[in-house]
């Protein structure tokens, strides 16, 4: 049983765009441009209970679009969506009591008035019996570390604080899964560690399903096994990180730092690699595939003097980078 | 049910949370009614009635009616309609509850706190000043309740709908801004409809308006009595079910065509 079916689904949206000037501002009063545009272009893909996946792309690659229609927020143009053995939009409310949410930017507890408040709402929208809660919602609670926060108004909260209550509301029904949109967007190191340490221990402990947006790779690294790359509003990679890592991030980056001054050229004639310039031009960047590293290191370290030497592995960060600024065609 | 009531309550604390705000409110209705209170003392000059009320009932009118529009009167329009262009109904959407009802209770909490912290302690304020002329009668009384929770109803109503407006327009600053003044003329607040000319009393009695604040205030200065006062519940009572069927119909419509800004 999937937590997550999608087939070929997509979302148009009309885009208008206005003329300039004044004429043309009165012309838009009687006819509008407009283009269709396709934020989700025919995607498909599973997710199973218990999976964590990270769903990666560039700002505007369609990913909070998906999220919107995964929850029942947004209406697919077209394609199957199945979340949970429902349809989101045709069975909103009974659908909606099996996920938990979090936009990274934008709060869902009410902000003028103490957390706790928000929860007891939240506690009898869910109709989650008190002996449930205070099973769940202590160890919630006490895991995240909000417990003096919980008779502060929202508006009081710094972001760090106000995010872990976010998470601590989006659970107190304890549903099957649970979609984060930028969970920790702005949270400095520490809150961050917290908030993906809770994470994984909720997965273990009740299988729970997550999806997560965000564009901190660190976050993909240290939960999601899968990830599922979109671009354009069409996804260009599923699967494993790992798998992406071995393809893409192959390659390894030595740092030489040179007693005496460089030429590119020198260098290009020693080995035939890819080199650039570092800091200045005792400073090089060799680019090389990772079997190649003991003879290029070899050859340098026979012909020149070196004053410093390091190996640095490419990051997901970089790896994501060059996917899309070249593509995934090759490698 | 529960999480109807629960947010009732809910609103009624954050009301709270801005109490300060309301100790000047009380003071710029008290000044309103007083306003009020000069102008029709001065209309009706040496004059025992015009159409058919006394001075006493007039004043008593124009208090009842500002006091009761404490209590009807909510910015519900006003939030749907910021929380479509922020987006905020997203969030709204993932919640096991029906929006409207949701919104329409959050009324009900702002209500109800005003009418303990705002009307109760203004109305005593006033009857200090003016003399104004409170039945004993207990019917009136109850009709009068019953009138004013209908006229809530249809206020919330009309606020529902114009708030929903903005699901398609986007920006609905304008006509929520005419709503609110169309509502304060027709309802009967400034003026009782029955000094309106024939024909516009006609075109009124095709409207809902009459019923937010015309009908109870009338009910408790006692203009209103016995099977006409039952007429007047009926015809509130009446529009609370027919505009049910707009609401239905928009929301369907704007659900369908939700767009979330700025996701």
């Known amino acids: ?331 | 049910m529960a999480k109807y009531i629960e947010m009732i309550r809910m609103r009624f604390l954050m009301m709270l949370a801005y109490r300060t705000n309301y100790y000047s409110g009380i003071f710029i209705y008290s000044i309103n009614i007083g306003a009020y209170y000069f102008l029709w003392s001065a209309i009706y000059g040496g004059q025992s009635s015009i159409q058919g009320m006394t001075v006493e009932q007039m004043t008593t009118y124009v208090a009842i009616a500002w006091m009761a529009r404490a209590f009807y009167f909510n910015n519900i329009d006003r939030e749907i309609a910021m929380e479509i262009r922020d987006g905020k109904v997203a969030i709204e959407l993932i919640r096991p509850y029906n929006y409207l009802v949701m919104k329409t209770m959050q009324g009900l909490g702002e209500g109800i706190f005003r009418l303990i912290f705002f009307s109760l302690p203004g109305m005593l304020i006033v009857t200090f000043v003016f003399s104004l002329q409170f039945t004993t009668n207990v019917h009136t009384w109850g009709y009068f309740t019953l009138s004013t929770i209908l006229s809530f109803i249809i206020n919330s109503q009309l606020n529902l709908l114009a708030g929903m407006v903005t699901f398609f327009t986007l920006n609905g600053e304008g006509l929520l801004r005419a709503k609110r003044f169309i509502i304060d003329l027709f309802s009967g607040l400034i003026l009782p409809i029955s000094f309106y000319p024939e024909w516009a009393q006609h075109v009124m009695h095709y409207l809902p308006f009459q019923a937010i604040s015309y009908i109870p205030s009338m009910i408790f200065t006692e203009s209103f009595t016995g099977d006409v006062a039952i007429k007047g519940m009926m015809f509130q009572a009446v529009w609370c079910v027919v505009l049910i069927v707009p609401i239905y119909l928009l929301w369907k419509a704007a659900k369908r065509k939700l767009i979330i800004q700025g996701g």
């Open chain 1, 1 to 331: 049983m999937y937590a997550i079916e999608v087939e070929k689904l997509r979302k148009e949206f009309k885009s208008y765009s206005s003329r300039s000037g004044l004429a043309g501002a009165f012309r838009d009063l009687f006819t509008r441009n407009y283009k269709i545009i396709r934020a989700v272009d025919d995607i498909s893909f599973t997710v199973k209970q218990g999976e964590m996946v990270g769903y990666i792309g560039e700002n505007g690659a369609g990913k909070s679009t998906t999220i919107k229609m995964l929850t029942g927020i947004l209406t697919p143009t077209s394609g199957r969506v199945v979340v949970n053995g429902m349809n989101p939009h045709k069975e909103r409310e009974r659908f909606v009591q099996t996920i938990g949410v979090v936009f990274g930017q934008r709060s869902q507890l009410w902000w003028d008035i103490a957390v706790q408040e928000s929860f007891r709402l939240l506690k009898k929208v869910y109709r989650v019996s008190d002996q449930d809660y205070n099973e769940h919602m202590d160890h919630v609670i006490e895991t995240l570390d909000i417990g003096p926060l919980l008779d502060k108004p929202v508006r009081k909260l710094s972001l760090g604080q106000r995010m872990r209550c976010e998470l601590a509301a989006a659970l107190i029904h304890n549903p099957p899964l649970l979609f984060l949109d930028e969970p920790t967007i702005g949270l400095d190191v520490l809150v961050k560690l917290k908030i993906r340490q809770f994470l994984k221990e909720i997965n273990e402990k009740y299988n729970t399903t997550i999806l997560l947006t965000t564009h901190d790779m660190t976050d993909i690294e240290a939960l999601c096994e899968r990830v599922i790359m979109l671009d354009e509003g069409k996804i260009i990679y599923d699967g494993s990180l790992q798998h992406l890592k071995q393809n893409w991030g192959e390659g390894k980056q030595i740092h030489f730092q040179f007693r005496d001054l460089v030429s590119k050229e020198e260098l290009a004639s020693l080995v035939h690699v890819t080199w650039e310039q570092g800091e200045d031009r005792y400073n090089w960047i060799a680019h090389v595939r990772a079997n190649d590293m003991a003879h290029v290191i070899g050859k340098v370290v026979s012909s020149y003097e070196l004053k410093d030497i390091h190996i640095r592995e490419v990051s997901t960060e970089e790896i994501i980078r060059n996917i899309y600024e070249e593509g995934i065609h090759y490698g």
